[in-house]
C-alpha cells in the first residue's frame, strides 16, 4: 500500500528508535519543522529532502515518490544528487536525478553488478561535471 511522505519521514525515524529532536540535530532543522513534515503540515525543499533521506538511511527517491516502497530504492545515485546539489545548487541536481533515470532504462532487464552500475553512474557524473565546468570556462570568461 503507498505512504504519503509524513508516513515515510515518521517510520523511518521510528526504525532507527531516532527523536525528534536527534533527527532535526542530524539535519539542521528545528524540532518543529520536523513535526511538521510528520503531520504533513509542511514539505521540505530539496536540500533538506536530501539531509533527511541521508540520516534515516533511506533513498530520496523513497522520500520522494509516494508510489515508491523500497526505502532502498535507488540509493546508489543519492550521493551523486546531494554532490551535484552541494557543488551547482537545485536546478542541476534535478537535471542528474532526471539524466540518472533516464539512464536507468538502459539496465531493464539487464544483469550489471552493483560495481558496474557504480563505475556507469560515476562515468555519466564525470561527463556531466565535466560539460558544466567546460561551459562555464567558455561562457564565465569576462571579456577584457
Known amino acids: 500500500e503507498m505512504k504519503s511522505f509524513p508516513e515515510k519521514i515518521k517510520e523511518a525515524r521510528s526504525a ?3 527523536s525528534q529532536e536527534t533527527l532535526a540535530e542530524k539535519v539542521g532543522a528545528s524540532r518543529r519543522s520536523i513535526i511538521a513534515y510528520e503531520k504533513g503540515d509542511k514539505h521540505p525543499r530539496d536540500r533538506m529532502l536530501y539531509q533527511l533521506a541521508k540520516a534515516l538511511h533511506v533513498s ?3 522520500l520522494k515518490d509516494d508510489t515508491c516502497e523500497n526505502p532502498r ?6 550521493i551523486y544528487i546531494m554532490e551535484t546539489q552541494n557543488e551547482y545548487g537545485a536546478r542541476d ?3 542528474v ?3 540518472l533515470a533516464e539512464n536507468q532504462a538502459l539496465f531493464a532487464g539487464g ?6 552500475k557504480d563505475l556507469f553512474f560515476e562515468a555519466l557524473m564525470t561527463a556531466y561535471v565535466t560539460s558544466k565546468q567546460q561551459a562555464k570556462e567558455k561562457y564565465g570568461k569576462k571579456k577584457s
Do not use: G, H, P, V
Open 16 to 18: 532507527l528508535s531516532m
Open 93 to 95: 541536481a534535478r537535471n
Open 60 to 62: 530520496i527517491r523513497y
Open 73 to 78: 530504492e535507488d540509493i546508489e545515485k543519492d
Open 97 to 99: 536525478a532526471a539524466l
Open 111 to 116: 544483469e550489471l553488478s552493483q560495481t558496474e
